[in-house]
Every structure is written in C-alpha cells, then in structure tokens.
T-cell receptor, first 113, second 112 residues
C-alpha cells in the first residue's frame, strides 16, 4: 500500500466552474503524477512534479494547472471546467526515484455538465 | 512521442486457461511497467520490467528491449484476473521523471 488518497472521489460540476482535485501521499515520495483516463485512450499524463514547487506539463496539460507546496500534497486545478474534462483522474507516485514503479491512487470521477 | 500498442484488445477465456498479452513500443525505453485495472477501477502495479524476465505467482513478464516488445503471461486463469491490462513505458531519451506513456490496454474476461 503506497498510502495514496484522492479527494473528492466523485464530483459533479457545471461548465465554467473551477475545480480542484487533491492527491495526498504519506510516504514522502519525490515524484508525483496526474493522469486522466478516458474510454479508448488508456491513461494520459496531465502534469507531473519532481519536488516541492517543481512541476512540468505532460501530454494533455491544456486547461489544467497544478501546485505542490508540500511533499505530501499535489493539487490539480481545472480553472474553468469544460465537458471535455469529464474523466476519471488518477494520481500516482513513483516508488523509488524517477524510474521507479508507479503506484496509483483510487481515482476521482469528475463529471462536468 | 513514443507509441505503445497492445494486443489483443479483447480476450475472453475460460477459467484455467493460459494467455499471453503483448506490448510493442516504438522507441528504446528505460522504464516499462505492467498494470492490472480491476473491474472496480483500481490500478495495480504488476511488474517493473524494462528488460529481462520476472515471475510473480501465476504471472510472469518478459521484455526484449532490443526488439521493442514485452509479453505478459497469465497461467491457470481465475475469474479475479478479469479486467484491463496496461503496458506503460518511458522513452530512453527522457530523464524518466516525465511520467509513463500507456497503451490502450487488453480487456480480459475470464469466464467460470
């Protein structure tokens, strides 16, 4: 158990509203990731972090921002939610450095109406 | 970017059967992992295997890095093996910190 929690687990929001998803880990891992999962696409990387205040963009970063002010928390923000951001969002940590095994949180199902 | 193709996309087997899932990738990698997503959506890391062979119970995996493919073997399938199996890689050209690229998965159904 990699000690990863995500909140909320489910959320329904309206188009144009801001939304923040939280990923919390208990084991001090340096590398953290946000992915989204959509039917027919597998998982795609949104943003990642390699330390406190160190973040970078992934494959599908448009419309998303992230922040990491503490080692244990990695926040994903949708500044103005759109229907195309309806998805399941997964947070992951890398167990031992950048090339380590990745362990995933339980996911957040977000619906934008 | 790197491309990851998994085959077959769907597989239906009877309990007790064996299966082989394949993952082809388009560039050299320094990270390759296999995941199982169960019917409740939970993603479980099965193997970290950028090269070589590993075994864990009824599951084993082999990556032939020079030929750019990996295989996941499931023996004596059980209904609890049902779900989607993902292969994910990171290219050798990257530093490794920038996440994994996933294939679209193999959807496996084990019938009792």
């Amino acid at each position: 158990d990699a000690g990863i929690t995500q909140s909320p687990r489910h959320k329904v929001t309206e188009t144009g509203t801001p939304v923040t998803l939280r990923c919390h880990q208990t084991e001090n891992h340096r590398y953290m990731y946000w992915y989204r999962q959509d039917p027919g696409h597998g998982l795609r990387l949104i943003h990642y972090s390699y330390g406190v205040k160190d973040t970078d963009k992934g494959e599908v970063s448009d419309g998303y921002s992230v922040s990491r002010s503490k080692t244990e928390d990695f926040l994903l923000t949708l500044e103005s939610a759109t229907s195309s951001q309806t998805s399941v969002y997964f947070c992951a940590i890398s167990g031992s450095g950048a090339l380590g095994q990745q362990y995933f949180g339980p996911g957040t199902r977000l619906t934008v109406t | 970017g790197i491309q990851v193709e998994q085959s077959p996309p769907d597989l239906i087997l009877q309990e007790g059967a064996n299966s082989t899932l394949r993952c082809n990738f388009s560039d050299s990698v320094n990270n390759l992992q296999w995941f199982h997503q169960n019917p409740w959506g939970q993603l479980i890391n099965l193997f970290y295997i950028p090269s070589g062979t590993k075994q864990n119970g009824r599951l084993s995996a082999t990556t032939v890095a020079t030929e750019r493919y990996s295989l996941l073997y499931i023996s004596s399938s059980q209904t609890t093996d049902s779900g989607v199996y993902f292969c994910a890689v990171a290219p050798m050209t990257g530093g490794g910190a920038d996440g994994l690229t996933f294939g679209k998965g193999t959807h496996l159904i084990i019938q009792p």
